[in-house]
């Protein structure tokens, strides 16, 4: 027995993170969330060059899609390749028959001149035609100036921002900092220490969170805003949808799957086009919030995108080869790992 639903849709992704899984341990043990920053993932993208990214980027988009997941909000960020890393992320996503929107996140944790190249490169790609928003790392890596200057190039390019808000306690002035600028079509990324409400969605990343201990956003007090994202660890949203169910539930004894659900849902905001996607599942009762909430392993057999086009045929996709993905992605993750040694 199956069922169908229509794609999935990951509200705020890191593609470049995928190579990440059995990267070198960091050179101290880090012990809060910002030494998890500058031990890992800062170590991490600076090293990151273009060939490295379009691996990240493909292996990405063949697991999400093999997660019955059509659509992306990607967040990039390559300090030492900034330049046409977004295209690049587009082309490899296309290649695989996902959809996606980049953003590159512009920081002054480079110097100035880094986070003017990050701007240019948001609208170098959104003027040439890509489908994107103005990226932004985190208030607390850039000066109000270079806020007001996304801002205000997110307005100009009629995109919305997409930028970590109030994450961990670095970031903790957020709200106030964003307040005036922030505006409704704004994608606002975790939001744990937010205190006062925003403009715009809040996309929910339980998984990451919990792995970074940065404590529970209760994103159930942002009303109908709310979107599901994974932050990198993957791109599976129905494990993504159950795990932001036990996690509301752990916070509130009356909490109904529905909620999460309907934040899962709601990625199609982001991506109205995957609507009309189609995907069969392993399981029959696929399109229930109370019986995926408790069936781990409902697989995606079959993807058929608006077009017509069958993209994922018995689990597999159909426009690479697989084994080729993953063996090049494997060979990329390798001189990714030198580098980091």
């Known amino acids: 027995m199956s069922s169908t639903t229509s794609g999935m849709v990951c509200g705020h992704h890191h593609l470049y993170s995928t190579l990440a899984r059995g990267m070198p341990a960091p050179p101290t043990r880090p012990v809060d969330f910002r030494s998890i920053l500058e031990q890992i993932w800062w170590r991490l993208d600076v090293e990151l060059d273009l060939e490295t990214i379009r691996w990240s980027a493909m292996l990405g988009a063949v697991e999400a899609l093999m997660s019955g997941t059509t659509g992306i909000v990607d967040h990039h960020e390559s300090p030492n390749a900034i330049e046409g890393s977004l295209d690049v992320i587009a082309d490899a996503c296309a290649e695989v028959g996902v959809r996606v929107v980049c953003s590159y996140g512009v920081t002054e944790r480079h110097g100035v001149d880094g986070g003017r190249r990050g701007l240019a490169e948001n609208e170098r790609f959104i003027r040439a035609g890509g489908r994107g928003m103005v990226g932004v790392h985190a208030a607390f890596t850039c000066s109000d100036g270079l806020l007001d200057d996304a801002a205000g ?94 996690a509301h539930r752990s916070d509130d004894v009356t909490a109904s799957p529905e909620t999460a659900w309907a934040w899962l849902t709601n990625g199609h905001d982001l991506i109205p086009e995957c609507r009309d996607d189609s995907v069969t599942w392993s399981y029959d009762m696929a399109d229930s919030a109370w019986h995926v909430a408790f069936t781990p392993g409902v697989r995606a057999l079959r993807v058929e995108s608006a077009t017509g086009e069958v993209l994922l045929d018995n689990g597999r996709p159909t426009r690479v080869d697989l084994a080729e993905v993953r063996a090049k992605a494997a060979e990329a993750a390798q001189n990714l790992f030198r580098r980091l040694s």
């Open 153 to 246: 190039l997110a307005r100009d390019l009629g995109v919305g921002m997409h930028i970590h808000v109030a994450e961990g306690p670095d970031d903790r002035d957020a709200g106030r900092r964003l307040r005036g600028i922030a505006a409704p079509d704004w994608l606002l990324v975790h939001c744990v220490g937010l205190e006062e409400p925003l403009p715009g969605r809040i996309a929910h990343n339980p998984r990451s969170n919990m792995n970074n201990a940065v404590g529970y956003a209760r994103p159930a007090r942002f009303g109908e805003s709310v979107v599901l994202g994974t932050d990198g660890i993957g791109s599976d949203m129905l494990e993504e949808f159950r795990l932001a169910y036990v």
